[in-house]
């Protein structure tokens, strides 16, 4: 089945650029997703990229897909203290998320 | 308009017992996911319905675990004989459809003693 990995922990200083990565072992997910969690709330979409996209930029979110080594990545430009959060990855290629183990960013002053 | 809710926010039980979680979809969502959240770790898909019918439960861990939807929109995840492991928060989320993207409630964080 398919397996999502994603490092830890991140840590940046408030208004640089925060890149958290993601490697998936399922190469025929058809959609690729980022969502957000903060502390007792649920999970949000920030953003998505199809499968037969390089890129995808939404405001201050770039994500950049590389289909050959099977890699996810996800920009934040101007990180924020309330961009503060756990950021996980997900696939789908049928009807369920395949979500990774999260990345914790913590955004300081 | 409202989201998803799910009812109870938490919910402390003992080794054995029975506990029914609750989810209240978005209205008009034929879809919906239940997945769990370890500590720590990211959401594991348990089932998924359209409509009545649960149309995958491959991620039921085994046959305590069961859920229903019986009307089409609110579900109900039953857990028989608990045990400290099945300690979790549980995840419930609709969509329109297939692909498009699932909306997320806050969760039921279950304690198993």
């Known amino acids: 089945g398919e397996d999502v990995e994603q490092s830890l922990f991140l840590s940046v200083r408030e208004g640089d650029s925060s890149v958290i990565n993601c490697t998936y072992t399922d190469s025929s997910s058809t959609y690729l997703y980022w ?5 007792g709330a649920g999970l949000q979409l920030l953003t998505y ?3 037969n996209m390089d890129m995808k930029q939404d405001q201050r979110l770039t994500v950049l897909l590389n289909k050959k080594d099977k890699h996810l990545s996800l920009r934040i ?3 924020q203290t309330g961009d503060s959060a756990i950021y996980f990855c997900a696939g789908t290629n049928t009807d369920k998320l395949i979500f990774g183990t999260g990345t914790r960013l913590q955004v300081f002053p | 308009g409202a989201g998803v809710s799910q009812t ?7 080794k054995g017992k029975y506990v029914e979680l609750r989810c209240d979809p978005i209205s008009g969502h034929t879809a919906l996911y239940w997945y769990r959240q370890s500590l720590g770790q990211g959401p594991e898909f348990l089932i998924y319905f359209q409509g009545t ?3 995958d439960d491959s991620g039921l861990p085994n046959d305590r675990f069961f859920a229903v939807r019986p009307e089409g929109s609110v579900s109900t995840l039953k857990i028989q004989r608990t045990e400290r492991g099945d300690s979790a928060v549980y995840l419930c989320a609709s969509s329109t ?3 498009n993207e699932q909306f997320f409630g806050p969760g039921t964080r279950l304690t198993v003693l």
């Open chain 1, 35 to 39: 969502y957000k969690q903060e502390p």
């Open chain 1, 49 to 51: 990229i199809f499968s």
């Open chain 1, 77 to 79: 430009a101007d990180t």
């Open chain 2, 8 to 14: 109870p926010s938490n919910k402390v039980t003992e």
């Open chain 2, 53 to 55: 019918g649960a149309a």
């Open chain 2, 97 to 99: 459809g297939h692909y």
